[in-house]
Every structure is written in structure tokens, then in C-alpha cells.
């Protein structure tokens, strides 16, 4: 058992409004590779500046579109894992809002019902002059990660078609961030799963719960700036953690 899993269950099993805040981790058992982490992190081999910017996007759209393109076919290979599956399963026992800061589906894909998307999707698109909705092509050839793909075009006004991912210096979806900011300030405990807690406004997610009295519970198998903010931290991977503090809680039948 990991250890202080019973205290966080104790926590759980007590609760009666939950958040659960997911980041990159979360994703990180079924693939798809994190941001920060020392080896396997995007920002190791890739850089931000060229492909995370509306700057970016204006100066390069295929090679952004084209990296873009990469990483929604690695998600669609992707599978949710057991601890997408125990999130789902929190849900189903307490009132729980979910806000993930992922682009990817698979909290969805593990019957999440409506998860809060702070930095978007891949697999929402609009068009980069008028902001028309567009649809994200199926089945594209796969481009090699750093292989340029031009966009699709703009079915209203020819412009080209841009990932509906938040960039940097870009605004969060306003309706996403103001739901996720009640629902952290009305909740007893917040669940906080694989984020290295350093992409604001989304890292202020959990200080809002822990200023307002609720607890909160950390699932990383690295320190984090949210270390002190956490009456229990969980140092481990969150496939392995988030059942076992399912099980802990209600029983392991809780999550069929
Ligand atoms: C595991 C695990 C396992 C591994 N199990 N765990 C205040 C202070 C300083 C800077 C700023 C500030 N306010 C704003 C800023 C600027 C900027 C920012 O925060 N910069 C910092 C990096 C310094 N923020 C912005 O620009 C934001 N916009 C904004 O502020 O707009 C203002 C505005 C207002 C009004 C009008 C106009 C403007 C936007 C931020 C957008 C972030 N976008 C990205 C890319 C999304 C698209 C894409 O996917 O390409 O979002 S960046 C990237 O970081 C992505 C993530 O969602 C985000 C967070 O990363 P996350 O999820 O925490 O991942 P990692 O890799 O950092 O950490 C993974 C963690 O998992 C680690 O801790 C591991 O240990 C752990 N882990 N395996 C559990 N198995
Ligand atoms: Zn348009």
C-alpha cells in the first residue's frame, strides 16, 4: 500500500464536495509524454517558443500544425489507464467536479462525464482570423514529430485553421476558469494529480481550496510547489496511487 493512502482515504471518504485538478502526470501511464519531466518531457526536445505561441503560429503555422497533428494521433492510440478509471469512479460516489489542465480524452474515454478543459483540446479547432468552430480532420497522414502539415483552411473566410489548445500569453477559456474557481472554493477536498504546479492562473487552482480551509490531497511521485499546501502528499505514479486510495476508501468494488 502506498504509504498515508489511509489518511487521503479518510479525507475522501469524508468529503462531500471533491475537485479533482489532473495536469500532465495524470496522462503520463498511457503514453503520452508530460511537459517538465527531466528525460522524457515535450520541452526537453521541443521548444516552447516555437510551437506553444500564437507568435509561433503566425510565423510557422505547418510546423505547429504538424506537431500538433503528431500529438492527437499519439493521444488517439493512447488508452485511459486504471487511474483515469478511479477518477471516474470518485465521481460516480461523491459530488466531484474534474478540471484538467490535459488536451487530450481520456479522462472521457474513462467515463468522466464533463471534465473542465483549462487549456482546451486537441480535438477542437477554430479558425485563427475569425474564430469560426472548424473540424479537426480525421485520419490526416501522420506527420513525423517536427514535420511541417499545413492547416486546413477556414471554411468562412479562408484563414488559417489553429489548434484550440491555450498557448502562452493567451487566456483561459473564461467560462472553463470561472467554473473550476467555484467549484475549488466550494469543495471540502481537492485531489491534486500529476502537475508540477508552475503554468499559471490554472497552479492556483489548489491554493484556492487549501486558502478557503478545505484539504488537500497531492498524487505526484515528485516535490512540487504544492507540497506545503497538502495535508497528504502521495509520491507515487498516478495508475497505481488513485486506485489503491479507491480501494482504500470504499472497497475495490467501488471501481467496477
Ligand atoms: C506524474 C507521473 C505519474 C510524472 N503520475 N504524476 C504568474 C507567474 C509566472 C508566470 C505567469 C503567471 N501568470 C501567467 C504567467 C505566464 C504563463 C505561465 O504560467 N508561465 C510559467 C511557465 C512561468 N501563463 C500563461 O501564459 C497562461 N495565460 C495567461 O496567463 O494569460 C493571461 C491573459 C489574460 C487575459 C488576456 C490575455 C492573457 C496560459 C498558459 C497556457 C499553458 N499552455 C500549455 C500548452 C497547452 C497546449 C499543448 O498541450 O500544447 O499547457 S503549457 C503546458 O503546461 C500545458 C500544461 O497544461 C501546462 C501545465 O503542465 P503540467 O500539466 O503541470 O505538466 P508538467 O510537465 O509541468 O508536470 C508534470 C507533473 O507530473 C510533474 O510534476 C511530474 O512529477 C508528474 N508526473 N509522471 C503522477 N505517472
Ligand atoms: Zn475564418
Redesign the pocket.
Known sequence: MVPAVGDAADLLRRARRVVVFT????S??SGVP????ART?L?RRFD?HA??TPEAFDADPALVWGW?EW?RQLVRRAEPHP?HRAVAAIEARVPTVLIT???DDLHERAGSRAPLH???S?FAARCSACDDPAPVPDGAPEPADGRRLPPPRCARCAGPVR?G????????PPDALAAAVDAASGCDLLLT???????????EIPLVTARLGGSVIQ????R?PLDPVAAVNLR????E?LPALVDAAWGATARR
Not at 489548445?165 to 483561459?172: I, N, R
Not at 507515487?236 to 495508475?239: E, I, K, S, V
Open positions: 495536469g500532465a502526470g495524470m503520463a501511464e508530460t511537459f517538465r519531466d518531457g520541452w516552447p510551437l506553444a500538433y500529438r487511474g489542465q490535459n488536451v483549462l487549456h482546451g486537441l489548434p489548445v491555450v498557448w502562452f500569453g493567451e487566456a483561459l494529480v500529476g502537475t508540477s504546479g508552475l503554468v499559471h492562473p490554472a497552479a498524487v505526484n511521485p515528485e512540487t507515487g505514479p498516478a495508475a496511487v
